[in-house]
């Protein structure tokens, strides 16, 4: 382990060295009127290690320095003034650590650990071994000052929290994920007594020479380097490769705060933080983790925000598919009724404009019920309308998304309505694909480098969901009426999960505006599940007459009304968009950093970083 350098040499390469550097007067802080309950790292020891490493190792950030502020904790701040489009932190690609660049890796590759690995899962477990193996190795490992800096203190992660308080968390998309229901069970934290008896545990017994521990120690590792994998990891690239980061990780996240952007240059091989504004001395470096609500900031991080704009609810596919076969249900069986019964005719022709044509048996098995949903979710998946992820985020005092409102029409549609609905879906892909092609020529002739069989693909995508979506905001408002009815059915569900209703969690917050005595980590559940209840409740009331499901039909986010005209009507073309909580990046011109590089070839080849986990 190298030498700790001259204090004067440090500030020099580094920034100036001091946990207890107080933020100088009047510096931006944005959260200076809240501290997360849970998550603010303090200073850690080591910090004067780490730094000498830095030097070694050609890591850098001049112009800021490590410190403690009382609102985000541990954070990197702004030495001096920044000009927007400085580079404020270089590391360089060998640096950074990975299963693939691991004193192990050879292991690791012979147990299919590395990339590509035949499930996603045993990536995250590679990376995951590997800073296990690194940290039990002391200060015999290539990365141990940096690994001694991340805290021993896990504690404040909810894989730490008791049965008793985890329950505070039901219902929440962090409860959700923790137990491996919904959305990339691969990702940490989740299902990790199960992940150490069937992955980490035998691998340890099967390369005894590692000398990593096992029984309770070996799970006391695994526990705190997957907490260190979900909270500090990265993913780099379009490749995906999963790696430990050293300053990149040192940035906090304030919601719409953010200061920096990630970018790789090619030629030097570096991984670089760029300034995307001016920033003042004595300001905070901030960090965009992604649009994530407290849920998914307290279960991949451990902390949550006083006010998230980001703050949403996650509304599982399946939820949607037997909140809709419950509604079929519940039509065909009213309809068997109103024929049973012998009503008038005018009564039986507003049964028949329910659920006409629906070409179900008055008493459907469960077979014919799942067959037909399985038909229209593989109309549904190819005009676009299933999910990343396989939930639907809603937020509070926004419509319900366009294309939930638009797969519910489907999923209730009668047989002769899906017939039409294909035939419009299939001539409108078709119409795209030969719009594309012709002006794919042109872009060609322009230098444009893109495959024309992808562009094809996407164009037919979104000019199939534009068909599904316009259908939807033409049918008749008993139509739309029974979409409602699916909606409500949702909500219902969803609020059925929570521990207590929103009236308790508002009661609780109260109190603790009040200083009443209420433990840590029931703070952050109340202020992670009750955003969650707030999108469910607005949900209900946005959808609560025909008139505004029309107009979410038209104004649900991510869709935009600017599409090629197809049969006479504006298509809606959906904006392409990355799942997650993906950072697109862009280079900033040569004037800017003085970088003029062709576009990345290497392995880390990005057109996004993304920070920590995908949740």
């Known amino acids: ?66 410190t403690v502020l009382s609102s985000t904790g541990r954070a990197l701040v702004a030495s001096r003034a920044i000009k927007m489009g400085e580079i404020v932190v270089e590391v360089p690609d060998d640096a950074v650590l990975m299963a693939d660049n691991c004193s192990i890796r050879d292991i690791l590759e ?23 193996y690194e940290k039990s190795l002391g200060t015999q490992s290539r990365w141990a000052p940096y690994l001694n800096l991340i805290p021993d203190d896990m504690t404040h992660m ?65 526990r705190w380097a997957t907490c260190a994998v979900a909270s500090y990891s990265f993913i780099l ?87 809709a076969t419950n509604v079929l249900q519940k039509n065909v069986a009213a309809e068997a009724g109103t024929a049973a019964t012998g009503v008038g005719a005018r009564a039986a022709g507003a049964s028949a404009a329910v659920g006409a044509g629906h070409g179900l048996p008055s008493k459907p098995g469960p077979g014919v019920l799942r067959d037909r949903m399985s038909a229209r979710l593989r109309l549904a998946r190819r005009c676009g309308l ?17 294309i939930m409102t638009a797969l519910i029409h489907v999923l209730l549609a009668s047989d002769s309505e899906i017939s039409t609905l294909r035939s419009a879906a299939h001539r409108a892909g078709m119409m795209a694909v030969a719009a594309d ?56 569900r969803m609020l059925g999960r929570y521990s207590c209703d929103v009236s308790e969690d508002k009661q609780l917050l109260a109190a603790i505006g009040r200083h009443a005595s209420v433990p840590a980590r029931m703070h952050a559940a109340v202020l992670a599940r009750m955003p969650e209840k707030e999108a469910l ?40 968009s990355k799942p997650g909580i993906d950072c697109m990046i862009t280079s900033l011109s040569g004037e800017r950093n003085g970088d003029k590089d ?8 990005a057109a996004q970083f993304t920070f920590g986990f995908k949740v």
Not at 14 to 39: C, I, K, L, N, Q
Not at 114 to 125: G, W
Not at 470 to 489: C, E, H, I, P
Request: proline share 6%; hydrophobic share 40%; charged share 25%.
């Open 158 to 222: 909810p894989l730490y929290w008791k049965r008793r308080e985890l329950r505070e968390l039901r219902g929440t998309a962090a409860f959700d994920k923790m137990m491996g229901k919904v959305q990339y069970p691969a990702d940490a934290p989740t299902q990790v007594p199960l992940l150490w008896s069937e992955v980490v545990e035998p691998f340890i017994h099967e390369h005894p020479k590692l000398r990593l521990p096992t029984g309770k120690a070996g799970y006391d590792l695994y």
């Open 437 to 492: 092609q012709c002006t794919g020529r042109a872009s060609r002739s322009k230098g444009i480098a893109r495959s024309r069989n992808e562009r094809g693909c996407q164009a037919a995508m979104q000019a199939r969901t534009a068909a599904v979506v316009a259908a939807a905001m033409d049918s008749s408002d008993t139509a739309l009426k029974r979409v409602g009815l699916v909606y409500d059915d949702v909500v219902q």
């Open 237 to 323: 690239g379009d490749d995906k490769y999963q790696a430990m980061v050293p300053v990149w990780d040192l940035l906090n996240h304030i919601t719409g705060q953010v200061n920096v952007r990630l970018y790789h240059c090619a030629r030097r091989h570096v991984l670089q933080m760029i300034a995307t504004r001016d920033i003042s001395q004595g300001e905070e470096l901030v960090n965009n983790y992604g649009e994530l609500s407290n849920a998914e900031l307290l279960r991949g991080y451990g902390f949550v925000e006083a006010h998230n704009v980001n703050n949403h609810v996650q509304v599982p596919l399946g939820f949607v598919v037997r909140a």
């Open 537 to 576: 409740l607005s949900l209900r009331d946005s959808i609560s007459t025909v008139r505004s499901l029309r107009k979410s039909l038209h104004s649900a986010s991510g869709l935009q009304c600017n599409g090629p005209e197809i049969g006479g009507r504006i298509a809606v073309q959906v904006a392409a």
């Open 386 to 402: 299933l999910p990343p992820h396989r939930v639907f985020k809603v937020f509070a005092c926004r419509a319900p998304p366009a």
């Open 110 to 132: 012979e147990e299919g650990m590395c990339k590509p690995a035949d499930d996603e899962i045993l990536e995250v477990q590679g990376l995951i071994i590997a800073v296990m």
């Open 598 to 605: 062709a576009p990345d070839e290497s392995r880390f080849a």
């Open 1 to 66: 382990m190298p030498k700790p350098p001259g204090k004067d040499k440090a500030k020099c390469f580094a920034g100036v060295y001091s946990s207890a550097t107080a933020v100088r007067e009047g510096a931006y802080d944005a959260a200076a009127s809240f501290r997360s309950p849970t998550g603010c790292t303090n200073a850690t020891p080591g910090e004067r290690d780490f730094l000498a490493w830095c030097q070694e190792e050609r890591v850098s950030f001049p112009s800021s320095h490590i």
